[in-house]
């Protein structure tokens, strides 16, 4: 079965960027949306971002201006550039590629910000 490969994640003092990579193991068809979402610590999963076939992009408030998200089609790779970065990032992010039939989830990179 194909999966959702990320990396990119890790330590990163406040202000600090980091690139986040989502890859599919192999072809999946029929993608609405790509999006990638994170989990801190005693809270439930959140919208990060979406971008859609066209690239079109959708932010949580809260991270716009700071996050970007982009898309490679013929790779079916999925980028999160994350700039500024917060202490309140911190969180495990994870990557999703939405079908008609099938939500594929990656397994989850920690991002951490500290000092």
């Known amino acids: 079965q194909v999966q959702l490969v990320e990396s990119g994640g890790g330590l990163v003092q406040p202000g600090g960027s980091l690139r986040l990579s989502c890859a599919a193991s192999g072809t999946i068809r029929s993608i609405i949306f790509m999006g990638w979402y994170c989990q801190a610590p005693g809270k439930q999963r959140e919208l990060v971002a979406t971008i859609s076939n066209g690239g079109s992009a959708n932010y949580a408030d809260s991270l716009k201006g700071r996050f970007t998200i982009s898309r490679d089609n013929a790779k079916n790779t999925m980028y999160l550039q994350m700039n500024s970065l917060k202490p309140e990032d911190t969180a495990v992010y994870y990557c999703?590629?939405?079908?008609?039939?099938?939500?594929?989830w990656g397994q989850g990179t920690q991002v951490t910000v500290s000092s």
């Open positions: 999703n590629f939405r079908t008609p039939l099938f939500d594929f």
